[in-house]
């Protein structure tokens, strides 16, 4: 059974950083896109970022570009999100997913991920 397990949530200061773990288990990690999801209280969850399974091909929204940084360690089965100069609007539960084989690398949809973690809180205040 596939499990994803994130970590590193909390609550800082506006202009903080954290770093964002999600350990996967149950499966070969390396072969699949991996994702970050956010979900602020009230709207719908977003994509945020993804990485190629090798690590050298991300995709990021706008709103975290020159921010926050994905990166994977394959041999740990764990991807990261370095979230820097934090801002009280990145507030939300951040959930790592698996990307299902086969979806095109240019989909940022949900649908488009077939594993999820449990979300972790993330609290960012002015």
């Known amino acids: 059974q596939v499990q994803l397990v994130e970590s590193g949530g909390g609550s800082v200061q506006a202009g903080d950083s954290l770093r964002l773990s999600c350990t996967a288990s149950?499966?070969?990690?390396?072969?699949?896109?991996m994702g970050w999801f956010r979900q602020a209280p009230g709207k719908e969850r977003e994509f945020v970022v993804s990485?190629?399974?090798?690590?050298?091909?991300?995709d990021y929204v706008d709103s975290v570009k020159g921010r926050f940084t994905i990166s994977r360690d394959n041999a740990k089965n764990t991807v990261y999100l370095q979230m820097n100069t934090l801002k009280p609007e990145d507030t939300a539960v951040y959930y790592c997913?698996?990307?299902?084989?086969?979806?095109?690398?240019?989909?940022?949809?949900?649908?488009?991920?077939?594993?999820w973690g449990q979300g972790t809180q993330v609290t960012v205040s002015s």
């Open positions: 997913a698996s990307k299902r084989p086969g979806t095109s690398w240019y989909n940022r949809q949900l649908t488009s991920y077939d594993y």
């Open positions: 149950g499966r070969t990690f390396s072969p699949y896109v």
């Open positions: 990485i190629s399974p090798s690590g050298t091909t991300t």
